[in-house]
């Protein structure tokens, strides 16, 4: 039944007369206006609270604005970005985690908005939130975990990349990893239903197996099973995520091997030729991060994947480049990776990626350069490239990394014979000044090796002291000061300042070695830091102080200047710090590769300083001889060698001797003769030599048996050995109690072997005996013990049996002073004795000795005027010394 009509009106006559059109709802109607209004008023809101601290009730009026559905995106955005601004201060960061813990749907739809802009200010507040220390704890003290684990699967693929993202979150802290880890996320990995998921979800793959959790109890074997079922469309997603996870797991050193053991390598082919770029990119990370790894380094050479990884340099998608370069750069790092890397060509790419628009790669490059540079059988092919002067203008680069990278190269390329000369010719050393004085340390560090470098090398060590870098190094040591409680004491610094100090103590350890380097070293006051670096808790610069000290205890310039810092006492106790490290110290100095290196510089400088007539006894007074037995018989060679000459340096002088003897080395000097170092044996040989001078020391030597190896001794393959064998021959002949020990052993004829051996180095044996310098110093050894057993009655026989005299004429002719002038002593000796008188006339030296008279050398004109004296007391001699007119020299 119809109601009754309307009145008519005429207000309505037009609605009267015509249908009805289409209706219209006012509450639709309202939204745009709505959203419209709240947006208004959330700007107001925030204008009004900026820069104020965040209250509570303004929190909560945020949180339900954001909880509001109909709010529009840019609103949301706003709101979120500004308690991203108010984050940065730890109390409204706080405040806003106190809200949202309690909201944590609201945080988990934010970060999973399907609006993009939502998503990346919802992630960059919570990134802002966690940055405090006090605020995560406040996150994790709410168990989040487990509520976001719960929506990871959700419908709603927006809802669980949101509750992933605050999961990886989460994970980047220690106390976060495995609360994340005990709600069991990691068994997602095994759900067919998440990898599905995660395919469609985008980058929720990605975060899962990226996410720091995946750092602790990670199943590795399941991400390879996933990579082996992620090559489809639909799950490449998950094959990003588990590359990523991988590559982050392999960085750590207990999930390198993880890694390994999991045989993600034998996919490595397969993924570095994959069609998407972020699994080329993270399988070539992951590459390096194993090749970087003791335990995994051989496995990634393995898989030979050099020649791959030199094809993706140029690879389109730059960040590809970067992991290749990277890769390429820490198997460089290998001796046998090296070799690799240059076989797969990649030097060839060497000047193009010097220059390349990306820092990342100038950096690497410059790196795999200098690596390249350290293996002896690549370094050739660095060199030639002719990288140097690129490398040289990168240290001027805008980002300073690079110019790290380009340091560390040519610090490498330095330390070659061949690489020195092209680094200066690159004019690195019109850099040093300012490079020295650059605000990185890893800069400052390497300048000062490449310094010390190139200070090593003959041909460039003067275009080192042309830069006057003394002064500016020494500031470096002083620099350390900075960061040490107690600079009178000890350098104990930061590991910057250390790293630092060392690259600098190498530098002028270097310098110090240089005649006229010495001087510029002790000019820049570097020896008023001599106690402190000496106490350095900085093993490297110990030792380079050490051996800075025997460096410029060497030169007669600086020598005092070492003696007045009187550091004996600190280098004897830094022998005695090597016991700490030693299970017995009685017999033997073993400890440790870092206590060994400080006790071969500290026995270095004591040696040097013992090779001074005014250091002797200080080294004596420091009781170095109270370790020498411990010291002689070191596990460390250098050691070894350097305590036997210390010894041989104080038995020469009057003042010690007698301590040196004191301590009856002999014994173990000569069982060192048969050292497998030769070098050894080398310091043993000369301290007998020098004992045997002393007439209480030479019985000693003769008691230790060491007459029993001179046979050997002088047909040592060693020229030292052979020479200083010679000269303690000799010093026994000179001692009664000790000649005829020396006459049993016979050794006349090799003495005579060995002055014949110097003819092989000369180009006319009948007029002179040059040779080279080794020959030449053999041959002094042979010919002092030759001239010292013909002083005795029954030496001379033996000297003339061995047919010494048939060289007369050509060692008279030497052009070595002290061969002549030994040479002339002989002949009077050997004419001393009626039964060796006529065999010396028979070689008619009188005409030589007479021209020996007139010699340059002082000392040759008294040997030869000896000579002459002795044949002149013969009867058939007289005459022949007066035939060669020595008389004529008498008004002279």
């Not at 998608?317 to 240059?342: D, K, R, Y």
Request: negative net charge; hydrophobic residues 45%; proline residues 3%.
């Amino acid at each position: 039944m119809s109601g009754p009509g309307t009145i008519p009106s005429i207000y309505s006559w037009w609605s009267d007369r015509n249908p009805p059109g289409a209706t219209i709802s006012l509450h639709a109607a309202a939204k745009p206006l709505m959203r419209f209004l709240y947006h208004r008023q959330v700007r107001q809101f925030i204008v009004t609270n900026r820069g104020i601290p965040l209250s509570h009730q303004g929190m909560d009026d945020f949180a339900s604005y954001l909880n509001y559905k109909y709010l529009r995106a840019i609103t949301k955005t706003k709101i979120l970005d500004e308690l991203a601004t108010k984050a940065v201060l730890e109390e409204d960061a706080l405040m806003i985690v106190q809200v949202l813990v309690r909201e944590w749907d609201i945080l988990t739809g934010l970060l999973g908005s399907p609006y993009s802009t939502i998503q990346t200010s919802a992630h960059n507040m919570l990134s802002e939130i966690m940055k405090h220390k006090s605020v995560s704890a406040a996150i994790l003290a709410s168990e989040p975990c487990m509520r976001l684990v719960s929506v990871l699967s959700d419908d709603a693929v927006h809802v669980g990349r949101g509750a992933m993202f605050a999961l990886r979150r989460i994970s980047e802290f220690p106390s976060g990893v495995q609360a994340v880890v005990n709600t069991k996320v990691l068994d997602l990995l095994y759900s067919a239903k998440y990898i599905l998921h995660a395919g469609k979800s985008g980058n929720a793959g990605v975060y899962i197996t990226g996410s720091s959790c995946c750092r602790t109890l990670y199943p590795t074997g399941v991400f390879t099973d996933l990579l082996t079922i992620s090559g489809s469309h639909d799950t490449i997603h998950v094959g990003q995520g588990v590359m990523f996870a991988l590559c982050q797991i392999s960085h750590l050193p207990s999930g390198a091997q993880a890694v390994v053991d999991a045989k993600a390598l034998d996919l490595v082919t397969q993924l570095l030729g994959s069609s998407d770029s972020y699994i080329r990119q993270h399988t070539s990370f992951m590459l390096g991060h194993l090749a970087k790894r003791e335990s995994t380094s051989q496995a990634v050479l393995a898989v030979e994947p050099c020649i791959q990884l030199v094809s993706l340099l140029s690879d389109e998608a730059v960040h590809v480049a970067e992991g290749a370069m990277f890769a390429l750069c820490e198997i460089s790092n290998l001796p046998s990776g090296a070799q690799a890397v240059v076989d797969a060509k990649a030097l060839d790419l060497a000047t193009q990626l010097l220059g390349s628009s990306d820092s990342y790669t100038r950096r690497h490059t410059s790196f795999m350069l200098g690596n390249l540079a350290m293996h002896k059988s690549t370094s050739q092919a660095v060199l030639a490239v002719e990288p140097c002067i690129q490398l040289v203008s990168l240290l001027s680069d805008e980002a300073v990394h690079v110019g790290e990278g380009a340091m560390f190269a040519l610090c490498e390329i330095s330390n070659l014979p061949s690489g020195a000369q092209a680094v200066v010719d690159a004019k690195a050393l019109d850099l040093a000044t300012q490079l020295l004085g650059s605000s990185d340390s890893y800069t400052r560090r390497h300048t000062s090796f490449m310094l010390g470098h190139l200070a090593m090398h003959e041909s460039t060590s003067q275009a080192v002291l042309a830069v006057e870098p003394c002064i500016q190094l020494v500031s470096l040591l002083r620099q350390v000061s900075k960061y040490c409680e107690t600079w009178l004491l000890t350098i104990c610094g930061s590991d910057e300042a250390v790293h630092v100090s060392e690259g600098a103590m190498f530098a002028l350890c270097e310098i110090s070695n240089l005649p006229s380097g010495a001087q510029a070293v002790v000019d820049a006051k570097a020896l008023d830091l001599a106690t402190q670096l000496l106490g350095s808790s900085d093993s490297y610069t110990r030792r380079h102080t050490s051996f800075m000290l025997g460096h410029l205890a060497m030169h007669e310039s600086t020598s005092q200047a070492v003696l007045a810092v009187e550091p004996c006492i600190q280098l004897v106790s830094l022998l005695r710090q090597v016991s700490k490290y030693c299970e017995t110290w009685l017999l033997t100095i073993c400890g440790s590769d870092e206590a060994v290196h400080v006790s071969e510089g500290a026995m270095f400088a004591l040696c040097e300083i013992s090779n001074l007539p005014s250091g002797a006894q200080a080294v004596v007074d420091a009781k170095a001889l109270d370790l020498a037995t411990q010291l002689l018989g070191s596990s460390d060679s250098y050691t070894r060698r350097h305590t036997s000459f210390m010894l041989g340096n104080l038995a020469k002088w009057e003042s010690t001797s007698q301590a040196v003897l004191a301590v009856e080395p002999c014994i173990q000097l000569v069982s060192l003769l048969s050292d497998e170092a030769v070098h050894v044996g080398e310091g043993a040989m000369f301290a007998l030599c020098e004992i045997s001078n002393l007439p209480s020391g030479a019985q000693a030597v003769v008691d230790a048996k060491a007459l029993d190896l001179a046979t050997q001794l002088l047909g040592s393959s060693d020229s030292y050995t052979r020479r200083h064998t010679s000269f303690m021959l000799g010093h026994l002949a000179m001692h009664e109690s000790t000649s005829q020990a020396v006459l049993a052993v016979e050794p006349c004829i090799q003495l005579v072997s060995l002055l014949r051996q110097v003819s092989k180095y000369c180009e006319t044996w009948l007029l002179t005996i040059c040779g080279s310098d080794e020959a030449v110093h053999v041959g002094e050894g042979a010919m002092f013990a030759l001239c010292e057993i013909s002083n005795l009655p029954s030496g001379a026989q033996a000297v003339v049996d061995a047919k010494a005299l048939d060289l007369a004429t050509q060692l008279l002719g030497s052009s070595d002073s002290y061969t002549r002038r030994h040479t002339s002593f002989m002949l009077g000796n050997l004419a001393k004795w009626e039964s060796t008188s006529q065999a010396v006339l028979a070689v008619e030296p009188c005409i030589q000795l007479v021209s020996l008279l007139s010699d340059e050398a002082v000392h040759v004109g008294e040997g030869a005027m000896f000579a002459l004296c002795e044949i002149s007391n013969l009867p058939s001699g007289a005459q022949a010394v007066v035939d060669a007119k020595p008389l004529d020299l008498v008004n002279y």
